[in-house]
């Protein structure tokens, strides 16, 4: 079955102060790892999607990298408006099209 | 473009009676998922159509919930009764078929509160 695990649970971060969300999975044949991001009362919102191990993707402050067994999603100089919860979620050839999701992780940024 | 669009977007029903969420997936998307999180969890799969046809139903909890997608457009997802443990948000999402990057478009999402 596959798993995604996400940490920290939460983080909280001051302006313009760098870090690295995780995303640890194992899957039956990674068809696709995607990042979203999900701001309260809303659905999530498509970032990245990666498809092997050593590929790299990057949107204004953020960048998602891919190893066989995590992913991580480096956030730099982040502002307030970067504050929302980041979700990570896999497709594997075992499940046809469904993603399996992390419980994600709550970034907080403050001035 | 207009994206993914559930209503309503909340409800709030009694234990036992019947409530029925609708979405219409981005238009020429024949992928519609839909999904559900319950509170303090992850958001999990409840099922898949391709077009009109159910694909994987691998996710739906029980016989209470039954989804349809007339005619390939929209999709509705029927809880009859409705139990307590029903209650979270779900989501409905939608993608191209045969696109290799085929990422899912989410919608905002119906919470629904069973009292």
């Known amino acids: 079955e596959d798993q995604v695990t996400q940490s920290p649970e939460a983080l909280r971060l001051q302006e313009g102060e760098s870090s690295s969300l995780n995303c640890s999975y194992t899957v039956s044949g990674l068809r696709g790892l995607f990042w979203y991001r999900q701001d309260p009362g809303k659905g999530p919102e498509f970032l990245f999607t990666l498809y092997s191990a050593g590929e790299e993707k990057e949107k204004e402050r953020l960048k998602a990298t891919l190893t066989k067994k995590e992913s991580f999603l480096h956030i730099t100089a982040p502002k307030p408006e970067d504050s929302a919860t980041y979700l990570c979620a896999v497709r594997s050839s075992g499940t046809a099209s469904k993603l399996t999701f992390g419980t994600g992780t709550r970034l907080q940024v403050t001035l | 473009e207009a994206g993914v669009t559930q209503f309503p977007s909340h409800s709030v029903i009694e234990k036992g009676q019947t409530v029925t969420l609708r979405c219409d997936p981005i238009s020429g998307h024949d992928n519609l998922y839909w999904y559900r999180r319950v509170m303090g969890k992850e958001i999990k799969f409840l099922l898949h159509?391709?077009?009109?046809?159910?694909?994987?139903e691998s996710g739906m909890p029980n016989n209470r919930f039954l989804a349809e997608r007339t005619g390939g457009t929209y999709s509705t997802l029927k809880v009859q009764p409705a139990e307590l443990e029903d209650s979270g948000v779900y989501f409905c999402a939608s993608s191209q078929v045969g696109h290799s990057n085929t990422e899912a478009f989410f919608g905002q999402g119906t919470r629904l509160t069973v009292v």
């Open positions: 159509f391709v077009k009109e046809s159910k694909q994987d």
